[in-house]
């Protein structure tokens, strides 16, 4: 015991005196100007990425963060919409076989590390073909930890046999080859026209083997990539980038990444065609959560730019639709609306034979009923209204606005309510307050999700649903939720899907019976034809008819009411006037970073105009 | 000590008084909530999001325009539920152990009992809390049997002292003499020579129960179906940055006036119970 | 010398056996039974191998024994592992976490005990009168205040444009003294706010206790001053009691008290750090704050008892 005690006075004393040694340090320091001109970009985000390493880069900010860190083969451009992929680090789009089977895609010459107590001397050497080959591996080893891996899951020849042999690295998978220093070769199973969107996720980066092995698990915050930006500090408070000198020189092209005059002038980016990025030397990205927080140290000048708190919307916006800046903010800030890439909905388990699929055929229709009621009830204008603040859209089906091949025309905007309809099926399958079922709404639990459970509880309550028979079940931590709807325990789950790539296969497959729990079926839907339309899809590459047959798979999970969906949320995205800058929390993502530059007269513009 | 002395004594005490009657009308409300005559409409979304006070919702509505009005008097019964069954439980089981670990000083049980104390009492709270209400997953008696865990402790204490004290009096000797058995006596002549104790330590336990009830329904692991005044503060925290206070003065008015009447009444019974002369 | 070891080796064994205990229970409700991150450590379309894998590769599967064996090496040698949730390792973590805590509590925890203190010396020293009632009014109101009520009411008052709007609303940007007061004030105010009640009635209590002593009745008709009996004696004789409470809290304000403020108030300090952990259940952080807290609980319970035997040798 003394030995123990000793060690925690120990402790405690170290903690001590840690503490005055850094309030004294940071006084040292304290609010050092940066004396130089140095050129300073502050991006706040609205949350803390998990893991540097891009094998584990799931949520939008490590993703955000791992594309500045890390080079990946393909981006998406700078400026156009709808998004468009580009090369990265690859020289050129990839080549692909009549069979559509074999990809071959060169990379750029003079791609190198950062220079790192890892590499032989620390110094970085060049990116090789090799490297990315590594990369991807990487998420078939267990030991990594990976996330990634259900991108190219049966996908790539040999890479799962690989797995299944014990992830020897020194064992070459035949699919996945690297046919000299600069020549990459991909051989699939089946077609697979979403490859290159693929290796335009963090997933896909780049990252040296020397490092992996010399960190271990602190890989994760000790990243050495060839990104346009290499980490100067990292914890979780935030992040600190600094320009990576040695990135590689490609100057801009403004017509390349898809400038639109017409609608982009206001921006300021003209000055910047033909210079090379990244155009700003040091990146500072705070993570802060707390709404309140983020605004204040964004109205205070700390940062340059912030998503938008909702709760400051009516501060923000002079008018919704479109969203515009009010005049006391459009002095100093810019906005751009960014519809999201992906949607929310809420998912009946259809598996429960209380609420899904049931033996009994006439129990099936019965329950197919009480689910298109209840989606029927569902009030997607209240809802729009009390949590998005009206600008998010809302619309019927399973591919949301983002995606090419959206319908508007089918999903009429805003899903209509309608009562009478809803009442009139639970009548006519003979539902009434006293036999239908008891319904289990799960959340994790916090302050709004608890709001959305309650306004769906009102909803019920208007087709006559008594509220007793709608109840919580709520779990302490969102693993905790999401295992038990992997599990197949939770009759209604809400879960929001954040699109990987702009293809509406990537929201099809939510639905794909091989998909169900513990896959990202979590409403462990089966429809044969829906199966037979999506393995038919799998295999084409973007077409009309490929998006007719999305268009059908659609309807067909909404006329089994499957599911209550959905809503794209609009998000605001703030920024001081000075920079000349598009943000976006879609699918470029972290890659506008690099862009990112002083605006050049801005300063004195802003004195003259008065808009 | 007489039951009719201590009464005089309360009534003399005008802080306890006051006590007294705050905790009689919130208990009077709780029963009209009991009874459905009150705040039964706390779960419909009535009015327009954030209306100010009127003549339809007197505290106003919230973001989803429930009334704030019928969550509140609503929440009393939640508060009530928790409290008492937590005092309750607590009490009595302190109580039990107490006299258990007292009457057999210096034995196993004694000691074990004073280990499992010293163990949880060196816990944090709130950790030992959350961890109960984790490791039994979405029950919406986590929070009760966490509290309960912890509080048992401080009764545990006191009646031990009090059973060890009891154990060499004469009367107790004697009855050991007659042949009682131990559990007897410790029901018989022990435990009812406590209730001064416990009286006071239920009050206690009630209002550490409510408080506790807020903070652990802020953190998310309190009150899982229903509505209390801590999951209206927990609301209120994402309001009253944007100017909105209808939930935030509602909930903890109601239950800084519940809490002050338990704590006056809990000192007043302390005063008037204390059998070292009533009080000074 | 074996009278005096005798004892010494007991309160040893005791406070092992206390140690024992604290990290089985806690091992148990946290680790054992707690948050389980698989499902946060998994990709999107996971296959059931795959969340063996990850299962595995979080030793979840191991046995009983092993994983409280390995909790209770690691927290002996101190290798506390590496955050399941950032990959940092958890001694960096404790490194950067607890200070911030540190500087954030001190202010507010000595003013709570020093105003308690002063507030009850002064109510128990007027005992009956005036003074003395409305200290013992304030102190009951104060401790008729939820915390919570009392973070949001002084965040309103304090740090928005419907109060005072003098200091920040949230966060922790500290690099100097200027913005250290201006981040501290507020969770100050607050943890003061809600302890002096508490702290008044405690003080207050044993310092009537101490008053009523015989030994202070001698002094006093020996005709000693008031505020040398006060100082000398009331406050001198209590110092065993006073010392035990403001140890005893120590560990419990830093982790219970800072859980609540830090994450209030956003503040990246050892109880955000811990909240964070409950909730996304990365069991190594977890571990090593609820066995580490528990090890200083135990070592502060046995040190405080060194110390006041060496105070009161009536005691030993």
Known sequence: MSRRGGVSLLWIGLAMAAAMWMTACSDSSQDDPVGDQRLVYRHALDGAPRSLDPAQA?????????????DTLYRYKYLARPYQLTPNLAEGMPQVSADGLIYTIRIKPGALFIDDPSFPGGKGRAVAASDFVYSIKRHFDPETRAQGAWLWQERIVGLDQWQKDGADYDQEVPGLRALDDRTLQIQLI?????LAHTLAQGFSAVVPREAVEHYGREFAINPVGSGPYRLERFNSSGAVLEKNERFRQHPLSLEAEGYDPASQARLGLNALDGRVPPFMDRIEVPFIAEDAARWNAFIAGEVDFIKAPVTQFDRILASRNPPTLSEELSQRYNLAANLESGFVHTDFNMDDPAIGYHPDPDQASRNKALRCAIVNAFDWDQRNEVFYYGIGRAFSGIIPPTAPEFDAAQSRLAPQRDIAGARKLLR?????????????????????????????????????????????LTFATYGDYARAYLNREVMLTTTGWTMDYPDAENTMQLFYGANASPGSNSANYVNPEFDRLYRASATMPPSPMRTSIYRSMNRIVMEDCATISGISRTLILLWNRELAMLPDRSFVGGFFFRFVAPGVGESSLRGESSD | MG?????????????????????LFFLGVAATVWLGWLGQGWSEASGGRWLTPNADHWFGTNLLGQDIFARSVYSVRTAFEIGLVVALVSTALGAGIGALAGWYADSWIDGSVMWLKGVLDAIPFYLFVAAIAYALQGQWWAMHLAMIATFWTTTARLVRAEAMKLRSHDYVRAAQAMGLTDMRIIWRHVLPNTVHILLVQATIAFVAAIKTEVILSFLGIGVQDGVSWGLMLAESTQEVLAGHFANFIAASAMLFLLVLGFNLLSDAMQDALDPRGGGA | MREVMRPLARKLFQALLLVVGVTLISFLLMVWFGPDQTYTLIGKNATTEQIAEVRHQLGYDDPFLLRYGEYLLELVTLDLGVSNASGESVRTLLARTVPISLVLMIPGFVLGNGVGIALGLASAHRRGRRSDRLITALSVTGMSISFLVVLIAFQVLFSTPYGLDLFPVRGWRVSGWTSYLHYVTVPTLALLFV?????????????????????????????????????????????????????????LVVISGSLLIESYFGIPGIGQATFEAITSGDQPVLKAVVGLTAVAFVAIQFLTELLCRRLDPRLG
């Not at chain 1, 003979?430 to 239908?436: D, L, S």
């Not at chain 1, 208007?462 to 007793?468: A, Q």
């Not at chain 3, 101490?210 to 005709?223: F, Q, S, T, V, W």
């Open chain 3, 195 to 251: 302890t002096f009640g508490y702290n008044t009635r405690f003080y207050r209590a044993l310092f009537i206790e101490e008053i009523g002593r015989d030994h202070i009745r001698a002094a006093r008709a020996l005709g000693a001053s008031e505020s040398v009996i006060l100082w000398k004696h009331v406050l001198k004789n209590s110092m065993v009691p006073i010392i035990t409470r403001i140890m005893f809290s120590i560990p």
């Open chain 1, 428 to 472: 006519e399958a003979g539902w009434n307050p006293r036999n239908t079922p008891v319904l289990e709404y799960g959340f994790p639990s916090s302050v709004t999700e608890r709001q959305m459970f309650e306004q769906f509880r009102s909803f019920m309550a208007d087709i006559g649903y008594p509220p007793d028979k709608v109840r919580p």
């Open chain 1, 190 to 194: 089946s077609p697979f026209p979403q």
């Open chain 1, 58 to 70: 799931s949520n939008v900010y490590a993703k955000i963060l791992a594309v500045n860190l890390y």
């Open chain 2, 3 to 23: 039951t009719r002395r201590t009464w005089a004594h309360l009534k003399g005490d005008r802080a306890g008084l006051v006590g007294l009657l705050i905790v």
